[in-house]
């Protein structure tokens, strides 16, 4: 199993560009969701989706969007990026019923000039 | 709310000494509990977890045991080594979240020395 997997592990855009986070996952997971990680801030929930067809927002979803249209892909788009979007990208995945832990990607490192 | 405080960093040790990573939650009822591990420019790997009070999540010689009567969920390893050098996240989920979000302490930085 490639567990959960993401692209471009790095990027560059800038301001007012947009752009799709990819992140797949191989293990038959429900549950996905997207954290983003900033010094100081640790991780924050930004949207998740408890199966597909099915997303939710998270504690800071604004500035991005996210569908799941097969239980492997969950797709992360920024619609026009801001430096404040400037971050870490990771996506989780988990199985349903406990003990509940998430399984991370490699994450994406952006930077928005 | 739901929070986790992890002791702040950075901590530096020599080789072989003994570590402790101090974990303590607040939330209701009982939550499950972990702690992950980011190695410098990758993504966090699950290192070991605790379901219910008194359980005790082990793994690579790391050990944290769920204390419900203290709140906590202690990282602690015997004999550390140089490749041990990364942040440590304590985490907590509750099966009753209706976002399944993982709260996270804001990180402990370990550096071991040879």
């Known amino acids: 199993n490639a567990g959960v997997t993401q692209t471009p592990k790095f990027q560059v855009l800038k301001t007012g560009q947009s752009m799709t986070l990819q992140c797949a996952q191989d293990?038959?997971?429900?549950?996905m969701s997207w954290y983003r990680q900033d010094p100081g801030m640790g991780l924050r929930l930004i949207h998740y989706s408890v199966g597909a067809g099915i997303t939710d927002q998270g504690e800071v979803p604004n500035g991005y969007n996210v569908s799941r249209s097969t239980t492997e892909d969950f797709p992360l788009r920024l619609l026009s990026a801001a430096p404040s979007q400037t971050s870490v990208y990771f996506c989780a995945s988990r199985m349903d019923g406990p003990p509940y832990e998430q399984y991370f990607g490699p994450g994406t490192r952006l930077t928005v000039t | 709310g739901d929070s986790v405080t992890q002791m702040e960093g950075p901590v530096t040790l020599s080789e072989e000494a003994f570590l402790t990573i101090n974990c303590t939650y607040t939330a209701t009822g009982y939550p499950s509990l972990f702690w992950y591990v980011q190695y410098p420019g990758e993504g966090l790997q699950l290192l070991l977890k605790?379901?219910?009070?008194?359980d005790k999540g082990s793994n690579k010689g790391f050990e944290a045991t769920y204390r419900k009567e203290t709140t906590s969920f202690h990282l602690e390893k015997g004999s550390v080594q140089v490749s041990d050098s990364a942040v440590y996240f304590c985490a907590l989920t509750r099966r009753s979240s209706n976002t399944g979000k993982l709260i996270f302490g804001q990180g402990t930085t370990l550096q071991v020395k040879p």
């Open positions: 293990m038959n997971h429900e549950y």
């Open positions: 605790a379901t219910k009070a008194d």
